[in-house]
């Protein structure tokens, strides 16, 4: 059930300065005697009184507490707190004290807060609530406690439910706030009596670590003006409201902080808030709060930038800024010059500091390695077969039969059509550059000499590059790292040959860097790891075959966004290139032939490995240092 306004939580927050003081009178009602034993179903404490008690429960955290205030009774010298401290179905202690003169506490300190219901007998007062198992009874007072029927205990709920006699009809408001221990020594009449505390909820935080509460309230047709009389109640706020406004508000808030709830109800209704010199809040019209401020005098600020560039702040603080306002950077003295009503410029002023902040020096240590692998394997079988009179001149010189001791110059070769001798070569033109062996077998056939040569090579080249660059940057900054040389290259300009008959073509040199580059931007998250932004390349300049037809450019890159922690190594791979060159010369068939066909070809293999491996280390050098 809803109620129709807040006037009655003003009325009970200003009671005692608006209420005559009544006569006092001594209670009717007597604390006889307390008991907790085991029930159907869970477990029972009955606080046996004498006379007219009523009662009032509410819940606390931190320790989790049931107190019970007995309004009406008294407590007698007997009674203390006699609990012997065993936890009985979740009760591990319980204190009985006279909290004032017309009251008597009773707090149940829980393992756990749990549901529970009370009911009231002509015997006394009962609170049962769920136990797991049997335990043994306990009561302190020398009065026996009227046996009552046993009753079920509450089955479990997400929160307590209690059943208290009936009283005024009132807003129910809830209120969760930080427990303290003398929290179940507030006074039960307070604002919010009817508070319910069956859970410990979130607690607020905003601005320098201020803890606000968190309250569940409802309205139906309530005024404007109770509502931000109950807010300023909650918050110990000065707020002041527009005296032009005039709305009914209909709305529930559940377990929501104060500020949070106070916006939404106010956005919802047209309404807006403004912060005013002294910490107070004024409640208006978003037009009628824009009209006051075009009434207030400009002023303007120089504010000095420590760390960032002044222009790249102007964006940022220009979406801040009222109509009136105006942002300039002067580069000179690094500063913004803010131009905005008197009473932004404080907001502003903080709202820029929490833009400058000292960034984070990040140190970057790479280690480059660079492999090229070059395996070469060449072997073959060279052949020549000839008479004294035909040859072929290309394998092996021969003397000219028409010229004697003077040999024939190499491609000369003698044929003699008219005969019947042969003479053959095979893999002539085939050859090993800087064979590392030479084999050389010749023979007599008859009137043949048959001449054959093995040359075998098997050459590794290998070359490691390892370079270990560190540098530093600031946060959210590029840093770049270069491995190589800028190689000079010849460009001709094809275009300059039309100038004149007898003109060289026009050329020019330029300059290529060609090696490793790596561009790194780092980026220290709130939780002190680095997410790195890196870009790889490795390159190297391919010249070609042809006399002043340019050149190539050979490339491996990456690029990839990585997260690591402090001091963490991140390996790049993937810039890995395998080159296998496979060449066969030989004799037809011959050469094709499994095993034996070695002995009438030529082989070459050639394998190239290039290997790059990029590990990356950063660091942050500085420890979140504060600000000079």
Do not use: C
Not at 320 to 348: C, E, M, Q
């Amino acid at each position: 059930m809803r109620f129709s306004s807040w006037s009655l939580v003003a009325l009970a927050l200003f009671s005692f300065a608006a209420t005559p003081v009544a006569p006092r009178h001594e209670p009717d009602g007597e604390v006889r005697a307390l008991s907790l034993r085991t029930v159907t179903g869970g477990a029972e404490l009955a606080i046996h009184v004498r006379g007219a008690v009523s009662v009032k429960d509410m819940t606390l955290a931190d320790p989790a507490r049931i107190v019970l205030d007995l309004t009406g009774a008294v407590l007698p010298s007997d009674i203390k707190d006699q609990y012997d401290g065993v936890n009985r179905a979740g009760v591990v202690g319980m204190r009985i004290r006279q909290f004032n003169e017309n009251t008597v506490r009773v707090v149940l300190v829980m393992d756990r807060l749990k549901p529970y219901r009370i009911s009231q007998a002509e015997d006394g007062i009962h609170v049962a609530f769920g136990s797991d198992q049997a335990f043994a009874a306990w009561s302190t007072g020398s009065i026996p406690i009227v046996a009552v029927a046993d009753q079920p205990a509450p089955a479990a709920e997400p929160v307590a439910e209690t059943k208290a006699p009936a009283r005024a009809a009132k807003p129910k408001v809830e209120v969760v706030e930080p427990a303290t221990e003398a929290a179940d020594n507030a006074p039960v009449d307070s604002p919010f009596k009817d508070r319910k505390l069956a859970r410990v909820s979130p607690v607020y935080t905003v601005g320098q670590q201020r803890q606000e509460p968190r309250l569940t309230v409802s309205w139906d047709n309530a005024s404007i003006q109770d509502v931000i009389a109950g807010f300023q109640a909650i918050s110990g706020r000065s707020i002041i409201l527009g005296k032009a406004i005039d709305v009914k508000v209909t709305a529930e808030i559940r377990d929501k902080p104060w500020p949070d709830a106070f916006k939404a109800i106010l956005g919802a209704y047209g309404l807006s808030v403004q912060e005013v010199d002294g910490g107070i809040l004024r409640v208006d019209a978003p037009e009628t709060l824009a009209a006051i401020d075009s009434l207030e005098p400009r002023e303007t600020a120089v504010v000095p930038i420590n760390y960032a560039k002044a222009a790249d702040l102007v964006g940022s603080v220009g979406g801040v800024l009222s109509k009136r306002g105006k942002v300039v950077a002067d580069t000179g003295s690094n500063s913004l010059i803010i131009t905005d009503s008197r009473s932004a410029i404080p907001s502003l002023r903080d709202f820029v500091t929490g833009l400058d902040i000292r960034p984070a020096q990040v140190a970057i240590q790479a280690k480059i390695i660079f492999v090229d692998r070059t395996d070469v394997e060449q072997l073959g079988f060279k052949y020549d077969l000839a008479t004294g009179g035909q040859f072929y001149n290309k394998i092996i010189q021969r003397p000219d039969p028409n010229k004697e001791g003077e040999p024939y110059l190499p491609g000369v070769n003698v044929v003699d059509l008219g005969g019947n001798a042969i003479s053959a070569i095979a893999n002539a033109d085939a050859i090993v550059s800087s064979s590392a062996l030479d084999l050389t077998y010749s023979i007599a056939l008859g009137g043949f000499t048959l001449s054959s040569f093995l040359s075998a090579l098997e050459r590794v080249d290998l070359t490691d590059v390892q370079t270990e660059p560190v540098i530093t940057t600031k946060d959210n900054k590029k840093a770049s790292l270069l491995v190589g040389e800028e190689i000079p290259l010849r460009v001709i300009d094809a275009s300059s040959l039309g100038g004149g008959a007898g003109q060289a073509p026009r050329a020019t040199v330029q300059f290529k860097e060609v090696g490793i580059k790596l561009n790194v931007t780092p980026h220290v998250t709130n939780n002190r790891q680095i997410v790195l932004d890196i870009e790889t390349e490795r390159s190297a300049v391919k010249l070609l075959s042809a006399a002043d037809l340019g050149f190539s450019i050979d490339k491996q890159n990456t690029k990839n966004e990585i997260l690591v922690s402090d001091g963490e190594t991140a390996v790049i791979g993937g810039l890995t290139v395998t080159t296998v060159t496979r060449a066969k010369t030989g004799i037809p068939l011959l050469g094709s032939l499994p095993i034996i066909g070695s002995l009438f070809s030529f082989t070459i293999n050639t394998e190239n490995r290039k290997d790059l491996i990029i590990l990356v280390t950063p660091r942050i050098v500085d420890d979140q240092a504060q600000d000079n």
